[in-house]
């Protein structure tokens, strides 16, 4: 865990902002400096030594209702007691291949009409991140993505992928109660994820209080299927 993600990070339980790091193991990577501005806050990187610290293991604890969420193997767990975790991903060894064209067409089809020029400079928040393919893709575009996803197999193969991005984090948590502050993502997506839940147009308001005034909130789910197209669909899926 990147130390700046705190400040983008509420406690899901009350929404109090008042969270603080408690670091065991920290690990320190090389970081390119032309990937970060000369005047940005940027806690835990020192761009004189080209070096960032993460944060291995450790824990987060919330200063008003005491709920601790730990850090492990450099992802923060910040799934409620009773919520209930993703299922396991058919994705948890894959890796994304960008020598495959595939990978980047499919993603720019989901997120149409966003450009890759409108991740760019952009705090973005990938939604149901599964296995991290759509988060590699829009900070590769320039944005500093955070994905969350319920599945704990699927953000341990999202942060594999995803680790050696400067601009990329990983957190365990849930649609329903996203552990952010409201209002703080200039672009929020979810793209294949909606449809599969049982409360979509819950985790849908709470997806779009993420997004600042001015934002974005991109959306990608099924659409209706009916006659033959429906037939063939359910003949496939069977």
Partial sequence: MKYRLLQWLACPQ?????????????????????HF?????LPGVD??????????????HCGDCAMVFPIKKGIPNMLLPDSKPGPAS????TLVDVARPEWEAN????????????????????????????????????????????????????YRNTAHLSRAHVVLGDVYNPPFREAVFDLTYSFGVLHHLERPLEAFKEL????????????????PRQGATLTANNLVRG
């Avoid at 009350?14 to 032309?34: A, H, Q």
């Avoid at 004189?48 to 987060?60: F, H, N, P, T, Y």
């Avoid at 209080?209 to 934002?215: D, L, S």
């Fill in 14 to 34: 009350c929404r109090s902002s008042d969270l603080r790091l408690e670091t065991i193991r920290v690990e320190s990577k090389t970081v390119f400096i032309g």
């Fill in 47 to 60: 761009l004189d030594e080209k070096c960032e610290k993460e944060i291995v293991e450790g824990a987060i």
């Fill in 37 to 41: 501005g000369g005047d940005e806050n």
């Fill in 107 to 158: 993603f720019r089809e989901l997120a149409y009409p966003l450009k890759p020029e409108d991740f760019l400079g952009k705090l973005a928040l990938d939604a149901g991140c599964g296995f991290g393919r759509h988060t590699f893709f829009a900070a590769r575009y320039g944005a500093e993505v955070v994905g969350i996803d319920s599945s704990i197999d699927g953000v341990k193969a999202a």
């Fill in 90 to 93: 058919r994705h948890a060894e």
């Fill in 208 to 223: 779009g209080a993420t997004v600042k005034p001015g934002g974005r909130f991109s959306v990608w789910v099924y659409g």
